[in-house]
């Protein structure tokens, strides 16, 4: 891996063998963005790939007295530009000046590399832990008008195909500028031939693949609600003509953040791409004084050559090993039993102590409280903001709860709503300047609920006081933390007028110290981010809680095509997934418990649901799969991941594997959705396996199949997946099994 500099041609190679990032300094002291993709030989110089066009209209300049009509910023391919001086086309940075200008031009002044990565200060972002994981280049640009300086940073990992890329404004003007605009990463691609995919849904729809191809003009995915929401995840992956799940090149663009976000691709005139991402501009304007600074959130560009799920393994490994933190990240996920489908808000120490009691004595390992147990808490009404125990309901307390659960030989978890309040509760009545609201307009209410103003330092204290005092004195293994719903009324009463541009991203600044000082003082806990389902799961999330709830929907069909989403960027080790009660709570439909667990095995393993209602067969069924999953779950998140069968191309079937490091060991899934009369013979070819290893098959995860089978044979045969005698021997085998089928084979090789 190197950063290489060819001071020749001014020429910046990132490569580690299996992709290069190419870039120059070009004559004007702009820099030029010349390759993104499969590693190229080095040489001295690249610069005879930059593509010189000319057109009609598009605005030229004298570059060292020579006017050269061919060396127009509109038409070059750039790394980081801006709007309207020579460049007609939507820019990475914009700058309000005192002036009234918001043109900038910065050049290159200098560069250096750096071993490793330097951490982005109160922002999450990928990390190393040795000096040679990955090398950084940090290029420094000015633009001596404003007399502010942008700094480029660049990651390029040893393992992986990843570029990690940032920005960060330092402004030297005693005058002060404000920042309008300013994207974590622009790239111009050499063209449009591109297929779009995007993850975008709702609550309980969250992660649903969508392609498109690109067009001219801007396509975009984006949230303005505060939060990086489930409508649009800040993901965008670009597919080559042909590409698919196994095969082809794939561009994926991530952004490690949690708030407003934009992600574009923006096709010219002449058919090149533009893409950039990073934090949305609506609503946002940050002023900057002489001598301060602004850090963008991280991007991470993904190159793959083996088609989308290339791209995912890349994201998968990056995520989970240098992006998520601490303990959990190398440990075993606990199997938790959650009460809120259960209970609800009908909570009582007896009820929770009931169900905890059940769920150990089925190998549970942890017992997670969820909402309804502090305040006045006894419907969605009241209580959020005051994080006291309800004695009424729990005349012990968190405390005595936790206790006598630990006492049990379980852990304990607890759910929060940190940035929400209630009208009614004590905190909104002491505070009511504490939500965000606009002077004399009427404020907007969700879930009767309004957004506390965490862009106030004051606020957050607050709530960190309330919240580490119960985390301080009950036994907490685990917090929830939820977060139901988008931010409107963005104005804080805490803030000059000049500032309420800032308050959307100082928001989530805030929620990020908030997680940073309790995960610094409760090391041990593990955090599960969560926001009414899927609507913050993000990578820049992930940092600080390395798992998230994926969904409100919990209907095992409907979970393969979210989780099947969801894994296109996200690691199984960080998809929230759980069995809960029949039938379904938000779609009333009924699954068997086995199709409930062999969807929610791929993530972090789970119930919602009160297993004391359950009949003795299905305890059984439970007991059996929690041991399942404990034997299997360090395969399961640690493993590679192959997305077998779409099931969104495949309207009624899904199927994904994972296998292991040394791929002697396999878990495949496969479901399908609607049963059909006379239904055609089924293989599901396999993907990562060793040819020349044979495997035995334990249909079910017990009855071993009597034949084993080659690798070469499960990858271009296929598994059988229909019915034949042999399965249909086994004792496993449930015969009228209809619809909403599912089937789960442990492949290991001798
Ligand atoms: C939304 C979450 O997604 C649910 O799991 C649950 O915690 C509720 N909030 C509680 O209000």
Redesign the pocket.
């Known amino acids: 891996m190197a950063i290489i500099y060819h001071e020749s041609s001014q020429t910046f190679h990132l490569t580690n063998g299996c992709i290069s990032y190419i870039f120059t300094v070009l004559k004007d002291g702009h820099l030029g963005q010349i390759y993104f993709g499969a590693a190229l030989r080095d040489r001295p110089d690249l610069t005879h790939l930059l593509e010189y066009q000319s057109s009609n209209q598009s605005p030229y300049y004298y570059v060292d007295g020579v006017e050269d009509y061919r060396f127009s910023p509109n038409q070059l391919k750039q790394e980081y530009p801006s709007f309207g001086l020579g460049d007609l086309r939507q820019g990475a940075i914009e700058v309000l000046q005192v002036n009234g200008s918001r043109y900038t031009d910065f050049r290159y002044v200098s560069h250096r590399v750096l071993n490793g990565k330097p951490t982005l200060e109160g922002l999450p972002a990928t990390y190393t832990e040795a000096d040679d994981e990955a090398e950084t280049l940090e290029i420094t640009l000015t633009d001596p008008v404003i007399h502010t300086d942008l700094v480029l940073l660049y990651t390029i990992f040893r393992d992986q195909p990843a570029i990690a890329r940032s920005a960060r404004l330092v402004c030297r003007n005693p005058e002060g500028i404000v920042l309008q605009k300013a994207m974590s990463a622009s790239i111009d691609l050499p063209d449009a031939d591109f297929e779009m995919l995007e993850l975008a849904g709702a609550w309980a729809r969250e992660f649903h693949m969508h392609t498109r191809p690109l067009r001219p003009g801007i396509q975009s995915v984006y949230s303005l609600r505060g939060h990086s929401s489930s409508q649009f995840n800040p993901f965008m992956a670009l597919l080559r003509p042909g590409a698919d799940e196994n095969h082809g090149e794939v561009y994926g663009f991530s952004l490690v953040y949690s708030g407003n976000f934009l992600v574009q691709a923006d096709v010219d005139f002449m058919n090149v791409t533009r893409v950039m991402l990073g934090i949305h501009p609506e609503g946002f304007s940050w002023p900057l004084a002489g001598g301060e600074s602004f850090q963008t959130p991280e991007a991470v560009l993904v190159y793959s050559d083996k088609g989308l799920s290339g791209m995912s393994r890349a994201y998968h490994k990056l995520y989970s090993t240098r992006l998520v933190r601490g303990y959990w990240r190398d440990h075993e996920r606990p199997i938790l039993l959650?009460n809120?489908?259960a209970t609800?808000f009908a909570i009582t120490e007896e009820k929770m102590l009931q169900i905890a009691g059940k769920a150990h004595e089925l190998g549970i390992d942890l017992f997670v409280m969820?909402?309804?147990w502090f305040g006045a808490r006894n419907h969605?009404h009241a209580g959020l903001g005051d994080w006291t125990p309800n004695y009424e309901k729990l005349p012990s307390g968190v405390k005595g709860l936790a206790e006598k659960v630990e006492a049990m030989g379980m852990r304990f978890g607890l759910?929060f709503?940190p940035e929400m309040v209630n009208e009614d509760s004590d905190l909104f009545r002491t505070h009511p300047d504490w939500i965000l609201h606009v002077p004399e307009r009427p404020g907007h209410l969700i879930?009767h609920q309004y957004v506390l103003d965490f862009s106030r330092r004051d606020v957050m204290e607050n709530l960190y006081r309330q919240m580490s005092a119960i985390l301080r004195e009950a036994p907490i293994s685990y917090v929830?933390w939820?977060m139901?719903r988008s931010m409107s009324e963005v104005y804080s009463a805490a803030l000059p007028p000049e500032q309420q541009g800032t308050v959307y991203h100082r928001f989530i600044l805030n929620v990020y110290a908030l997680y940073e000082r309790l995960r610094n003082e409760f090391p041990g806990i593990l955090f599960e981010s969560?926001?009414?389902?899927g609507s913050r799961f993000d990578p820049g999330m992930l940092y600080y809680a390395p798992q998230a709830?994926t969904?409100?929907d919990t209907d095992a069909m409907e979970r393969v095509r979210i989780q099947y989403g969801a894994s296109v960027v996200y690691p199984l080790s960080s998809l929230g997934a759980h069995v809960s009660a029949v039938p379904n709570h938000q779609l009333h439909r009924i699954t068997s418990i086995k199709a409930r667990a062999d969807v929610a095995y791929f993530g972090t393993f789970g119930y919602?649901l009160d297993p004391n209602l359950l009949s003795g067969e299905e305890q059984e069924a439970i007991r059996h799969q929690v041991a399942f999953m404990k034997r299997w779950r360090r395969l399961i998140h640690q493993g590679d991941l192959y997305r077998l069968i779409n099931p969104y191309d495949h309207d009624g079937e899904g199927a994904w594997m994972v296998v292991g490091a040394d791929r002697r060991e396999a878990i495949v899934a496969y479901y399908r959705f609607r049963q059909h009369v006379s239904a055609p013979l089924t293989r599901l070819p396999l993907q990562g396996l060793d040819p020349g290893l044979d495997y035995h098959i334990l249909y079910s995860g017990e009855t071993e199949l009597p034949e084993p089978m080659g690798g070469d044979e499960l990858m271009h045969y296929g598994l059988i997946t229909s019915d034949y005698p042999s399965e249909i021997a086994n004792p496993a085998y449930e015969p009228g099994e209809g619809d909403y089928l599912s089937r789960i084979y442990i492949l290991k090789a001798d």
Do not use: I, Q
């Not at 969560?530 to 389902?533: I, L, P, Q, V």
């Open positions: 959650n809120w489908e609800t969820d909402d309804g969605d759910w709503e879930r929830k939820d139901n969560c926001a009414g389902g709830w969904s409100d919602e």
